[in-house]
């Protein structure tokens, strides 16, 4: 499949998951922009996509930041000629701790789903009317297995939730536009943002995805690259307001 003459944005492509989804759009063709906090790591994956020879740019954005959002579309535009995919993968998740809901402080929560929730949505906001120019798009929302249910990390949780009603209300209003929204929802994912919140230890996820999912291997970021290519190409012209698990079949043994 080619993306070749497409435009994409990342938000959180600096680093993990995102950093794969950049790169995936970049081999497949595309010319991305990643936006995220840290700069040292997104002008390295930047700087590692160009040296392959595909396009790729980086710019920092707070995606809870309604102008920061406008800026990055605007600029976007100016750099690569339009948009035509959206990628919604920054979130605030390696800095939460687990732990019981009552202890969960309002500052923690308001900033999770200002990130989480209010980031995607204004992102959605600032790319529609440059997909409308180029007669549709493709985007695609980065939510989690932990929206349908586990123990701690309440707000996070929750925040992942709302980003699957999210796609669907933004994929019934778009879909008249040529505009599809989908959601990816991957299990635990090796990055540094898990083995952060894993004390520095990624065997406990490397030993939970033995025992928990059917495809019995810890999933990394790279597997999951498939499914959002699939989502933002051709072949998925009539897949719109889903949300796609890639959890090595998890929930089938608890
Ligand atoms: N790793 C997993 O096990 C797992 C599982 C399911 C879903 N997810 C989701 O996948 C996505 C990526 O996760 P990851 O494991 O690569 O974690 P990560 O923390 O490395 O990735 C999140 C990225 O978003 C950036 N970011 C945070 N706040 C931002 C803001 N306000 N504005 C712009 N960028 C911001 C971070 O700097 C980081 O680069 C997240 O949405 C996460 O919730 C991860």
Redesign the pocket.
């Known amino acids: 499949m080619s993306l070749t003459g497409k435009v994409a944005i990342v ?8 950093r794969a989804y950049a790169e995936a759009l970049a081999d497949a063709g595309a010319a991305v922009m990643i ?4 700069e040292a ?1 997104g002008a390295a994956t930047v700087e590692a996509i160009r040296a392959k020879g595909q396009q790729a740019a980086f710019r920092v ?4 930041n309604l102008q920061a959002t406008e800026a990055m579309a605007k600029a976007t535009a100016d750099e690569f000629g339009g948009i035509d995919i959206l990628v919604n ?6 800095s939460l701790r687990g732990g019981p809901f009552s202890e969960i402080s309002v500052e923690r929560w308001d900033r999770t789903m200002a ?2 929730v209010r ?1 995607p949505w204004l992102c959605i906001r600032a790319v529609v009317p440059y997909m409308r120019q180029r007669g549709g798009g493709a985007i695609v929302n ?5 929206a349908f249910g586990m123990p701690g990390m309440l707000d ?1 949780t929750a925040s ?1 939730a709302a980003v699957i009603g999210m796609t669907k209300s933004a994929a019934s209003e778009l879909g008249r536009d040529n505009i599809r929204v989908n959601a990816i ?5 090796a ?4 083995s952060e919140i894993m004390g520095g230890d990624l065997s406990v996820s490397e030993q939970r995805a033995r025992t928990t999912q059917l495809i019995a291997e810890q999933i990394r ?1 790279e597997d999951i690259t498939g499914t959002l290519l699939h989502l933002v190409g051709p072949g998925a012209k009539f897949i719109t307001g889903q949300t796609i698990v890639v959890d090595g079949g998890k929930y089938f043994l608890g």
């Open positions: 938000t959180g492509g600096s680093r993990g998951i995102g936006v995220d906090l840290l790591e954005v707070d995606v809870s993968n920054a979130a605030i998740f390696a990130v989480n980031g980065q939510t989690s297995i932990s996070y992942k929802a991957p299990g635990g994912t990055t540094e943002a898990l970021p």
